[in-house]
C-alpha cells in the first residue's frame, strides 16, 4: 500500500524556508528559538524512520491507546504538555549545514518509506508501539506542532521589529 507523502513532503518545504531565521526567538512564544524547533522535528522524522527500519514487524502489537486516538483524531498537540525524550532533543549550536543534512536525509527516508512492511513499528513514549502508518500519522501532526509554534515566533518578531522601527521614526 503506498502512502501519500504530499502533507509531509510539503512540511518539508516550509521548514526549509525557516533556515534563515533559525535565531529568531520569542520567549512569550517559546522558550526556544526557531533552530531548535528545526532541528528537533528533523531529528524526529529521522530517529522514528531509523527506528521503523530496524524492527522486526512480526514483533508488532496493536494495542488501543486514548491518548494516541485523541491526538491522532484531532490532528494537534496541546502545547507544553509533554516533554521531548532526550534523543531527540537538539544539543549545541544549531547550524544550517546541520538542517540541510538533516533535511536531505530525512527527505530521503521519506522516499523510502513505502519500501517497509505495514508493520513495521517504533516505541513511543506515550502512544505505545506506532506501526507504519501510524507513525507518518505523528510526523505530521508533531512537525505541524512545531511548525505552528515557528510561525507565532515569526510572526511576533515580526511584529515587534516593524513597532521598533516606528518608535525609531517617531522620535
Given at each position: ?10 512540511q518539508?518545504?516550509?521548514m ?15 522558550k ?5 524547533h ?6 524526529v ?10 524492527s522486526s ?6 494495542q488501543?491507546n ?13 502545547r507544553?504538555?509533554a ?9 549545541g ?8 543534512n538533516?533535511?536531505?536525509?530525512a ?29 507518518k ?5 508533531h ?10 515566533i ?5 511584529v515587534?521589529?516593524?513597532k521598533?522601527?516606528?518608535?525609531a521614526?517617531?522620535?
Amino acid at each position: 500500500m503506498a502512502l501519500n507523502f504530499h502533507y509531509l513532503n510539503a512540511q518539508l518545504q516550509e521548514m526549509a524556508s525557516y533556515f534563515p531565521y533559525l535565531d529568531a526567538l520569542d520567549p512569550k512564544v517559546s522558550k526556544v528559538h526557531v533552530g531548535w524547533h528545526l532541528a528537533h522535528c528533523l531529528k524526529v522524522i529521522n530517529q522514528v524512520c531509523d527506528a521503523l527500519k530496524s524492527s522486526s514487524p512480526e514483533n508488532f502489537r496493536s494495542q488501543f491507546n486514548l491518548k494516541r486516538e485523541i491526538v491522532f483524531a484531532l490532528g494537534s498537540f496541546p502545547r507544553g504538555k509533554a516533554q521531548a525524550p532526550k534523543k531527540v532533543i537538539p544539543e549545541g549550536e544549531i547550524k544550517i549545514e546541520d538542517l540541510i543534512n538533516n533535511l536531505e536525509r530525512a527527505k530521503k527516508n521519506i522516499s523510502e518509506y513505502d519500501s517497509l512492511k505495514n508493520n513495521n513499528f517504533f516505541e513511543h513514549p506515550y502512544f505505545n508501539q506506532l506501526n507504519k502508518i501510524q507513525a507518518k500519522r505523528l510526523l505530521e501532526v508533531h512537525t505541524k506542532h512545531h511548525l505552528k509554534i515557528i510561525r507565532e515566533i515569526l510572526k511576533k518578531e515580526s511584529v515587534s521589529r516593524k513597532k521598533k522601527l516606528i518608535k525609531a521614526r517617531l522620535q
